[in-house]
C-alpha cells in the first residue's frame, strides 16, 4: 500500500487518493468488488473476477490504466466500444468513426449533427445525412441548389418565389421551372406568372393578369397588356387556349374594320367577320388581291368595281359583250375590226355596226370595208376598193369585183346619182352595152368601146370569124390574155410563158407546178412560187432550212421537234425555236419540252413533271432542280406566280419547314410560316443572314442576348453581361469576375463573388475576408491564416489580432480546433507563457504548458484561483497539515493537500 499522485482528464491538479493494493494492472484476475478495481484503476470493473476497463474505456498498452475512447481511436472491436464512449459514433475497420452526419469536436469525445457551413465535410453524405437536400462543396456542407437554409442551419428548404439570398438563375429554376435570379430575389421568367403558393411559374395565356407588354408577348407572340389584361394585337385572335395570337384572315371574328385591315388590306368588318371590300377576292383566306377577269363572282359590282366594263355571269367575271380581256385579265377593251379573240357574232357586232365573227376575227360583213382607225364598218359604193366580188354585191345589186374595184356588172353602169346603186344598159344603144349582144353572134366575145371583142384569154382566128383560147407561146398584150387562157400563164415581151414555179405541158396548154426535186429549176422563185418555203439549189428545187418535203413532193411543211434527217441545229431551230439536231433528229434544248402537236418547245417551269435530271430545270430557272420527274425550286427557294423563277428567300419570307429557310438563311428557322431568326441572333445583310449575337449588340429581351451568350441580358436594348460578369474581347462569351478582376462598381463584384467589393478599380474580399487559390471564393479567416492588418483577422474572429503577418487570438483566448473563434482560456487550456493563463483566468500561470492554479492556490472554477487556507509540509517523510497527521491514504500534489 502506498500514495499516489495523479491528473484528471484536463490535468487539473485534483487529488484522489487511491487504495493500491492491488497489484493495479488491468487483467488482474483476483477481484471480488468492482472497487477492488477501480480504487487502482479509475474507470475499470471486476467482471468475472477479473478486472477489465468499463464500456467505452480501454487499458493502456502496460495495463496500469483506462482511458476513454475517442474519435480516431484504432482499438475497437465492436460499434458499442465507440458508442458507449461517444456517442452517435460506431466502429469501422477497427477504428471510431462518428456516424455519417456527425462531426468530431471536443478533441474527438463528442460527434455533433453537422449543420449547413460547416467547414469540415469530404464527402455528400457527410452533409446530406445531417441535413437532407445538402452537399459537401470545397469542404463545405452547402444546401443543394434550390434550396436555402433556415436560420438555424439544420434544414434545406426548397425555393419559392420571392425568396431572397439568390445568385444564381439556378437557386430558383432549379427549385421552380421558368423562374430565375433577380437582385438577390426568385422570380418567374417574362412571360411567367407565380402561383398562389408560390412554387410554381405558369405560362401566360391570353386574358390573363399582367402588368406590362413584356408579361403578355414573351409567353405569347404578338400579345400586349391592355388595362392590366393579355390581349392579342390589333389584327390578331387568340387560338389554341390563349397559348397563341394567330393573324386573322377573311371569315375570323372581328369588331372593327381595323381587326382586319391593319393586316389584310382592302378588307374590312361586316356582320362581325373579316370580308374582302367590294372589287377584291380572297386570296388562300389571308389577303385580298383586287379581282381579275375569269375570278369567281356573285354580283356584277362584285367585277365592275376592280375591272371596269366588266360583268358577273355565271359565277366568273367577263367581259361585257364587245369587249375583251388583256393578257393580265385586268382590263376590258372595246373590239375593232381584226381583233382575233372574237367567238359570236354579238362579239364583233355590239363594239362596231355592221361587222361579224369569221373564224374567230372581226370583220365587216359583206360589202362593206373597215375605217382607217378598225373602228367603224362603211358601205362600198361604185369605184371603192374591193379584193373579191362579195365586197361590191354585199352592197351593190349588180355589181362585182374587177381590178381591185367595184364596177356594175355587164350590161350595167352606175346610177346617176347614187354610186350604191348599178342601172341595167339600154337596148338598142348603137354601140353595145352588153357581152350578149356579141356573145350571141360570137362565142367567147364581149362588149367593149369599140365593139364586140373577144374575151380576155382569146384571141381571133386569122379570118375573124372565131376567138380561140391562147396556148404558151402565142402572142399577147397584157397578163390577162394569158392567164384567162392558161391558168398560171402571163405575158412576157409580148409571149405568152408560165409563171414563175410552173413549167408548160407537153401541148402547151396548161402549166404545171412545180415539186421539190424538180431539176429544171434556174432562180429560186422557180421553186418557191411552186412550193412555198422552198429554193432553187444546184438547179433542184430544195426545201429551206427549217423545213422538210412531204410524201407527195408538193410541199414544205415546217419540221417539228421529233422529225428525223436533220443535220444541223438550224435544221430545227429554224423551225422551232429553242429546239437543236441531236443524233440526226429534232428535240428540244436543254431545259425545254414539246408542247402536244411538236411545233413548240416550251420552257420548264417550276411544277411541270418534264424533267429527267436537274439540268432540266435548273438550265432555264435558277435555284430549281428535278425531283420525281417535277420541276421543284431548290430548298431555300419559292416560285413565283408565274412559276418560271425560283427565288431565294429571305427572312420574313413565308415557308413550311426550317429546311425552307436554313438552306441559304445561315442559323434561321421556320416560325409562324416566316423565316425568322432564332432567340439569340439577328439578321444582318439585307435580310439574308442571321448572325450570333454578342455583347453590344442591339436587343429587345433578355433571351434575345441570353440565348447566344451565358449570363448576359438586355440593357437600353444593348446586349450586355449579366452583373457580376464581364465580356471577353470577341464579345461571345461573359466571363464570371473572379477576385483581382477589374470592376466600376461594387455590383461587379458581390454579384459574382459573395463577400467581395471593388477597392481602386479591383475586385477583392471585404475585411475579414481572404480569397481562396482559384480566386471564385471569399472565405472567412481563420486563426493562422495570413493577414496584413488587425481588422482582417477582428472582422472575422472576435477577440483575435493580425501579429507577425498572422491572425493570433490575442492574449487570454485560444483558439478551437479549426480556427474560427477565440474563446476565453479556462483552467486546463494549453498555454506557451504566464500571461497567455493569467489574461484570462485570475491568478493563473502557464506550467509544463497547461493553465493551472499556482501554489498554494485551488481552482474555484474555470476562471478564478483561489488561495488555500491550510499549507502543507513534509514532517520526516510524513504529511502533516498545522502539526496534524495526515492519514497514508492522502495523496500530494504541488506540496498542498487535498483529500
Known sequence: MGIESIFDSKGNDNIRLRNIYLSGRVGDDTCTLDSDCSDAINDAECVNGTCICIRGYQHTTNHTSCYRRYIGDTTCVTHNDCTDSVPHSNCTEGTCHCLPGYNAQDQGYKCMLRKIKDETCYLDTDCNYAVPNSNCTNSTCLCNSGFNSEANLTICRL???????????????????????????????????????????????????????????????????????????????????????????????????????????????????????????????????????GDPCEIDTDCAAAVNNSLCESSVCKCESGRYETEDLTECLLRKINDENCVVNDDCGDAINDSNCESAVCVCNRGFYASMDLTQCIKREIGDLCVEHGDCSGAILSSRCLNNSCVCNQGYHPHDKDLHQCTANLIGDSVCFIDSECSIVIANSECSATGCVCLVGYQPTQAG??????????????????????????????????????????????????????????????????????????????????????????????????????????????????????????????????????????????????????????????????????????????????????VRRRLWDGCETTR????????????????????????????????????????????????????????????????????????????????????????????????????????????????????????????????????????????????????????????????????????????????????????????????????????QDDHTCLIREFPCTYIDRTLVIVGRFIPPSWAIINDCCSR
Open 159 to 293: 425555393r419559392k418565389i420571392g425568396d431572397d439570398s439568390c445568385e444564381l438563375s439556378t437557386d430558383c429554376s432549379d427549385a421552380v421551372v421558368s423562374s430565375f435570379c433577380s437582385g438577390g430575389f426568385c422570380a418567374c421568367r417574362p412571360g411567367f406568372r407565380v402561383s398562389v403558393d408560390l412554387e410554381s411559374c405558369t405560362r401566360r395565356k391570353i386574358g390573363e393578369v399582367c402588368g406590362n407588354d413584356s408579361d403578355c408577348n414573351a409567353a405569347v407572340q404578338d400579345s400586349i397588356c391592355r388595362n392590366n389584361t393579355c390581349v392579342c394585337k390589333t389584327g390578331y385572335l387568340s387560338a389554341m387556349n390563349g397559348t397563341k395570337c394567330q393573324a386573322r384572315v377573311i371569315g375570323d371574328i372581328c369588331e372593327k374594320a381595323v381587326d382586319c385591315n391593319i393586316l389584310m388590306q382592302h378588307s374590312f368588318c361586316s356582320n362581325g367577320e373579316c370580308e374582302c371590300v367590294t372589287g377584291y377576292l380572297a386570296e388562300n383566306s389571308s389577303w385580298c388581291k383586287l379581282r381579275e377577269i
Open 660 to 859: 425552307d429557310c436554313s438552306a441559304v438563311i445561315d442559323n434561321s428557322i421556320c416560325f409562324d410560316g416566316e423565316c425568322l431568326c432564332p432567340d439569340g441572333y439577328m439578321a444582318l445583310n439585307g435580310n439574308r443572314t442571321c448572325t450570333k449575337r454578342i455583347i453590344t449588340d442591339p436587343c429587345g429581351h433578355n433571351f434575345d442576348c441570353l440565348a447566344a451568350i451565358g449570363d448576359s441580358r438586355c440593357s437600353s436594348n444593348v446586349c450586355t453581361c449579366q452583373l457580376g460578369y464581364y465580356s471577353s474581347n470577341d464579345g461571345t462569351m461573359c466571363s464570371k469576375r473572379i477576385i483581382g478582376d477589374r470592376c466600376v462598381t461594387g455590383t461587379d463584384c458581390y454579384h459574382a463573388v459573395s463577400d467581395s467589393m471593388c477597392v481602386f478599380g479591383v475586385c477583392s474580399c471585404q475585411p475579414g475576408f481572404m480569397s481562396t487559390s482559384n480566386a471564385t471564393v471569399c472565405v472567412k479567416r481563420c486563426i493562422g491564416d495570413q493577414c496584413a492588418s488587425h481588422v482582417d483577422c477582428s472582422r472575422a474572429i472576435p477577440n483575435s489580432v493580425c501579429a507577425v503577418d498572422t491572425c493570433q487570438c490575442i492574449i487570454g483566448f485560444i483558439s478551437n480546433a479549426n480556427g474560427s473563434s477565440c474563446s476565453l482560456r479556462v483552467i486546463g487550456d494549453p498555454c506557451d507563457e504566464d500571461q497567455d493563463c493569467s489574461a484570462a483566468i485570475t491568478d493563473g500561470v502557464c506550467n509544463a504548458g497547461i493553465c493551472h492554479c499556482p501554489f498554494g492556490f485551488l481552482t
Open 465 to 646: 370569124t372565131r376567138c380561140v383560147l391562147r396556148t404558151i407561146g402565142d402572142n399577147c398584150t397584157y397578163d390577162d390574155d394569158c392567164s384567162h387562157a392558161v391558168s398560171r400563164s402571163l405575158c412576157r415581151d409580148n409571149t405568152c410563158v408560165c409563171e414563175a414555179g410552173h413549167q408548160e405541158s407537153a401541148l402547151n396548154d396548161a402549166c404545171i407546178k412545180r415539186k421539190v426535186g424538180d431539176s429544171t429549176c434556174r432562180v429560186n422563185s422557180d421553186c418557191s412560187s411552186a412550193v412555198k418555203f422552198s429554193h432553187c439549189e444546184n438547179g433542184t428545187c430544195t426545201c429551206d432550212i427549217g423545213f422538210k418535203v412531204t410524201a407527195s413532193n408538193t410541199s414544205c411543211i415546217l419540221r417539228r421537234v421529233g422529225d428525223q434527217n436533220c443535220v444541223q441545229n438550224i435544221d430545227c431551230s429554224a423551225a422551232v425555236n429553242n429546239s437543236g439536231c441531236y443524233d440526226e433528229t429534232c428535240q428540244c434544248n436543254l431545259g425545254y419540252y414539246p408542247n402536244n402537236d411538236n411545233t413548240t418547245c416550251l420552257q420548264n417551269k417550276v411544277y411541270d413533271s418534264q424533267c429527267f435530271s436537274d439540268l432540266d430545270c435548273s438550265h432555264v430557272i435558277n435555284g430549281s432542280h428535278c425531283h420525281e420527274d417535277i420541276c421543284l425550286c431548290l430548298p431555300g427557294y419559292y416560285d413565283t406566280n408565274d412559276n418560271y423563277t425560283c
